[in-house]
């Protein structure tokens, strides 16, 4: 792969990246503040996973990138971005949820609006919890790439820390 495509590469992981993390936030933020069926809390605690998926997800490209990581330093990190990807092409998936999340909202209807929120939650969760197992298996892998370990373990608790977030909003839906 040349150095330009490589990069191209990155850029696309990064962007899907965030948009993996706008995802998330688009179904549980947008209008559920003020419809109440979000607590405040709760409501800062989803805004806060943005950044968490942005820094992770930039670390990992940055440090990729870096020429003096080893190669299979760097084969690692590879394989953690395109674990993460697999996060994001399988909340592409749930897309809709926002809209319709939107539209119930704007209707006012809480039980609706909730029950569609509990399901991306639980949707959520379950993409999370599987994704946990292969950054599990990744890390074992990588045992022997003391930088590629790192940003596996780095991952890790992201996922961790998301899901955490998750765990908390649902148990106040």
């Not at 990246?17 to 979000?38: D, I, Q, R, Y």
């Not at 939107?102 to 379950?126: M, P, Q």
Request: hydrophobic fraction near 40%; proline fraction near 2%; charged fraction near 25%.
């Amino acid at each position: 792969m040349t150095l330009e495509k490589g990069r191209h590469v990155h850029a696309t992981h990064e962007r899907k990246a965030m948009l993996t993390a706008g995802l998330v936030l688009g179904l549980l933020c947008a209008g559920n503040s003020a419809a109440g069926v979000l607590s405040e809390t709760d409501f800062k605690q989803a805004e806060s996973l943005k950044p968490l998926f942005t820094n992770l997800m930039t670390n990992l490209v940055e440090t990729a990138k870096r020429p003096e990581v080893p190669s299979g330093d760097a084969g690692c990190i590879n394989s953690t971005i395109r674990e993460l990807l697999q996060i994001s092409d399988e909340l592409a998936s749930y897309e809709y949820l926002s809209t319709m999340q939107k539209d119930l909202t704007e209707v006012g209807d809480d039980n609706a609006t909730r029950s569609v929120v509990k399901f991306a939650v639980d949707k959520t969760s379950s993409i999370l919890s599987n994704e946990r197992k292969r950054l599990v298996a990744l890390s074992e892998q990588c045992a022997k790439y003391p930088v590629g370990l790192g940003k596996a373990q780095e991952a890790l608790k992201v996922i961790d820390a998301t899901t955490g977030i998750l765990n908390s909003i649902r148990e106040g839906l």
